[in-house]
């Protein structure tokens, strides 16, 4: 469904997509800012960039209600970022210092926030499918109607646990929305040179679980999708399978040199489906908004970014003290 | 403004590299996504992208240059009608010093000192208890105590337990706390994991510890990592529990000794317990302890009983070794079924005047050296025992410890006896001699005493 299609449809309000434009916007500036530090050496190690998918969690986030939770696997910034949680904090993370919400100690795949019920962060793909279903689990068993959103990629769509999951969560009837976001390639392999499979979502109904395909770069599809997919977790009905298309427009990591396709391919999704300018001409066309207006939203960002990096560079790195903390809770009993 | 583009880390480990091409000149506009340049790394040639819009200023670095260290200008951007400057300001690392390599400053938190009081009191009633009833009996208490206990695994309800552990449980409890499982041990222990997370109890049950090796990415990546990792905020407050070790004529898979690998993981706690009285007051402690737990039992153990006091809520901490016979000639370490050996010997060898000393560690981690040096500086000797391979073992560690903190006390090489360095063989006769005996360790502690 194109985006015109659901917005005609859905009657959307300008408030509602001027919400969605910065909130997509928010995660492509602190990407894009993340890339940079990342290049001036002040970011470590891996470093996976969301660029191109924000509609996927922009929507999702759209449907949840306080309580829910969310866990997704190293590709997280913005997931962080669409739960609410603090720009500075994940920035300092990134760069390894104590003002991060791990102290420095996780890193860019872990990172965790309780008070925002995000579950990390997981280094391991495809480990956070079970531990989403965990969560689901706890609220099923203290009788709550709190939904949880076990993320994960195409890659990790092939793995066993998954398939492990998705036969305890149904028989077990646990409120997990699984999120496939299939941005087409696992590091260098495409869907089609890792599976014969059409469908992605569709495997789970060997194991009786309900989905559906999704257009992953229209903000208002997903957030559709998702008002069904919620529904039926918090009627009761077990879990849900939301197969979300996406692209990611950088490379798996930053030290990618993406010889896996082509520059064409990448530009012509930019162009065409590009989740933000989608938005953007929506609210242009509609006349929800003036050029200057959606300008002052763009610099109001930047200068929110800007300072997160300005905060993950003067933050100061973790007093050597913590390399002995946080390894065993203390005991309560 | 003019803004300097710096020469990009393109790999966690690139230090250097070649300007293999530029994409723009001077002059081009530029917006956020276009190609800047190909740069060779250390892995391969990758496509650098522009991040901010403007003008290519000035080209400060010409393409084919090799060696050009990251974060050394490369170019000037500018806006539209702006000029560049005359001069690049010199490059200047934004990167934070190299920490320099030496000795952490802190030292890792001091060993606690040994703790010899008994697990009760002389007025204390006892009864006699198998390992088997002792365990059912902590777990049923737990989940009286604290709705958020559960149990899962793999016929732990209707079946009652593949090893009877369970038994009653699920008419006590219902099936919502006691929770039959496929056969699926990655899978459950990942969701057990996760309810941990979202602040549940689990237990859960592997129904012997060579099936948790399905499920090993999920106890030490997922279980033991993740309170480091969150910096404190949450952790997984659980237990993986079942049978380990050897049991009879099951042959090389199901037979494997896990206390040294776990033992390793600097997150979980490790308890491998002997008696009734151990398995029943470390099981409570360990389902009340907010982190995750590898409890290591024995399926040979279960039916053995032992006596255990009579006691509303009976615990034992963790970290506290018990001396099980004093002794000054020789020191035998053991913990788990390795103890029955180390007891049998310990006889035999008073037979022949000889008085060891034998610890029951109870628990591998935290692991109660003190007790051990403290013996060892009476006795001048050690003996460990222990049914797990003799690489990378238990008492290798234990020997290592004694030889930096001990070692001007030794008068002997501390002797390791473990089981033999081969898969555990299903023959009968090759299945004996591949464990330890307890001959064995009367041979080990003649040697280090010299008789």
Redesign the interface.
């Known amino acids: 469904m194109s985006a015109k299609k659901v917005a005609a449809k859905s009657n959307v309000s300008a408030e509602e997509l001027l919400g969605h434009y910065r909130e997509m916007l928010m995660i492509r500036r602190f990407e894009e800012k993340a890339g940079q530090l990342y290049g001036m050496g002040l970011i470590g190690g891996f470093c996976h960039l969301y660029i191109g998918q924000e509609a996927v969690v922009v929507g999702l986030e759209a449907v949840a209600k306080e309580g829910d939770k969310r866990v997704t696997s190293y590709r997280d910034h913005g997931h962080m970022l669409a739960c609410g949680m603090d720009p500075n904090g994940i920035m300092a993370e990134l760069t390894g210092r104590e003002g991060g919400f791990s102290k420095g100690k996780g890193g860019s795949m872990h990172m965790f926030s309780k008070e925002k019920h995000f579950y990390g962060g997981h280094g391991i793909v495809a480990a956070q499918v079970p531990l989403g279903a965990g969560l689901a689990f706890s609220d099923k068993y203290k009788g709550n109607d709190n939904v949880t959103f076990a993320y994960f990629g195409d890659g990790a769509a092939n793995q066993g646990q998954v398939y492990e999951t998705y036969n305890m969560a149904e028989l077990w009837d646990l409120p997990v929305v699984f999120v496939i976001e299939n941005n087409q390639y696992a590091m260098g392999t495409s869907v089609k040179r890792s599976t014969k499979s059409p469908s992605l979502w569709e495997r789970g109904k060997a194991y009786g679980i309900e989905g559906e395909e999704v257009d992953g770069m229209n903000v208002l599809a997903v957030k559709e999708a998702g008002e069904r997919a919620v529904a039926h977790c918090r009627a009761g009905k077990g879990p849900y399978i939301l197969e979300v298309k996406t692209y990611r427009y950088r490379g798996h990591s930053m030290s990618d040199p993406a010889k896996y396709r082509t520059r064409e391919e990448v530009q012509k999704m930019r162009d065409e489906r590009d989740p933000i300018e989608q938005v953007r001409d929506m609210l242009l066309t509609g006349k929800h908004a003036s050029e200057d207006e959606l300008k002052a939203i763009d610099k109001e960002i930047k200068g929110v970014v800007n300072a997160a990096a300005e905060f993950s560079k003067e933050s100061p790195e973790p007093a050597l003290e913590e390399l002995w903390t946080d390894i065993y809770a203390e005991e309560t009993v | 403004m003019a803004v300097e583009i710096?020469m990009?880390?393109?790999?966690?480990t690139?230090e250097e590299g070649t300007l293999a091409k530029w994409m723009v000149k001077e002059g081009d506009t530029v917006s956020?996504?276009d190609?800047l340049a190909e740069i060779e790394?250390d892995?391969?040639?990758?496509?650098f992208?522009a991040?901010d819009e403007g003008v290519m200023g000035k080209i400060l670095i010409a393409e084919g240059t090799e060696g050009v260290k990251?974060?050394t200008a490369i170019a000037i951007m500018v806006e539209e009608g702006e000029d560049v400057p005359d001069a690049a300001p010199a490059a200047k690392?934004?990167?934070?010093e190299a920490?320099p390599e030496k000795a952490?400053?802190?030292a890792?938190?001091a060993a606690p000192v040994a703790d010899t009081t008994p697990d009760w009191g002389d007025d204390v009633e006892v009864k006699q208890t198998t390992v088997r009833e002792a365990l059912r009996d902590a777990m049923a208490e737990e989940m009286r105590r604290d709705e958020d206990v559960?149990l899962m695994g793999e016929e732990v309800g209707e079946y009652q337990g593949a090893y009877k552990i369970s038994q009653g449980l699920l008419d006590e409890f219902g099936a919502?706390r006691v929770i039959d499982?496929?056969i699926?041990e990655?899978?459950?222990?990942?969701?057990?994991?996760?309810?941990?997370?979202?602040?549940?109890k689990p237990i859960v049950e592997f129904m012997t510890f060579n099936f948790a090796m399905q499920a090993i990415?999920?106890i030490i990546?997922?279980a033991a990592k993740?309170?480091?990792?969150?910096?404190?905020?949450?952790?997984a407050?659980m237990v993986f529990r079942g049978p380990n070790g050897a049991a009879a004529r099951v042959g090389a898979q199901h037979s494997q000794d896990y206390a040294a690998w776990y033992m390793q993981i600097?997150?979980l706690?490790v308890v491998m317990p002997y008696s009734a009285s151990d398995a029943k007051g470390l099981m409570k402690?360990a389902i009340?302890?907010?982190?995750p737990v590898i409890f290591l039992e024995n399926e040979i153990m279960y039916g053995k009983s032992f006596d255990v006091p009579v006691m509303d809520d009976f615990?034992i901490p963790f970290g506290k070794a018990k001396i099980e016979r004093a002794g000054d000639d020789v020191t035998i370490v053991s913990f788990g079924i390795g103890m029955t050996y180390a007891l049998q010997a310990a006889e035999k060898l008073a037979e022949d005047g000889i008085n060891a000393e034998v610890i029951n560690l109870r628990t591998l981690r935290p692991m109660d050296t003190e007790t051990i040096l403290a013996s060892v500086r009476k006795t001048n000797r050690c003996v460990t025992v222990e049914e797990g391979w003799p690489q990378g073992s238990v008492g290798g560690y234990i020997s290592s410890v004694i030889m930096q903190e001990a070692f001007d006390y030794l008068d002997a090489p501390v002797i390791t006896c473990t089981g033999k360095d081969v898969p555990m063989p299903y023959a009968a006769n090759l299945e004996k001699h591949a464990l330890l005996t307890a001959d064995e360790v009367v041979d080990a502690c003649k040697k280090v005493t010299y008789r």
């Not at chain 2, 990009?8 to 966690?12: E, G, N």
């Not at chain 2, 690392?93 to 934070?96: F, I, L, Q, R």
């Not at chain 2, 459950?188 to 997370?197: D, L, M, Q, S």
């Open positions: 710096l990009p880390a393109l790999s966690p690139m956020s996504g190609i790394t892995k391969a040639t990758m496509e992208e991040v990251v974060n690392a934004e990167a934070p920490v952490p400053a802190v890792a938190p559960f919502k499982t496929p699926t990655h899978g459950f222990a990942g969701i057990a994991t996760g309810a941990a997370f979202g602040g549940l990415d999920h990546n997922s993740t309170l480091y990792m969150s910096g404190g905020q949450m952790g407050p600097p997150g706690k402690t009340r302890d907010p982190n615990t």
